[in-house]
């Protein structure tokens, strides 16, 4: 009976260090004893997050803008005069 306990304890033991290894505890332990890694690696983090943002709204601004410039074209009364002096004030700050 003794000897059944123990080898499922030693499994269950076998199966809470592959899932400890699995979640990669070590290295995030490693990392927190070291805060210039640490700082390091949110500074990347950081950079690369303000990089993707600026990417990001640059694409989705000249996307608004293009479709604005198309629905000028349209000659829609009102929606026309006011995306024409939008497209405009944008045209005039970029040159």
Not at 21 to 36: D, F, H, M, T
Not at 54 to 72: C, D, E, S
């Amino acid at each position: 009976m003794e000897k059944n306990e123990n080898k499922s304890l030693e499994e269950k033991l076998s199966n809470l260090a592959y899932i400890l290894e699995k979640a990669q505890i070590r290295e995030y332990v490693s990392l927190l004893e070291n805060p210039k890694k640490l700082l390091y690696m949110n500074f990347l983090a950081g950079v690369a997050r303000g990089l993707g943002m600026a990417v990001g709204f640059t694409l989705l601004g000249a996307l608004v803008i293009y479709f604005l410039q198309k629905m000028v074209l349209l000659n829609l009364p009102f929606i026309g005069d006011l995306i024409a002096d939008i497209v405009q004030m944008v045209r005039e700050q970029s040159y």
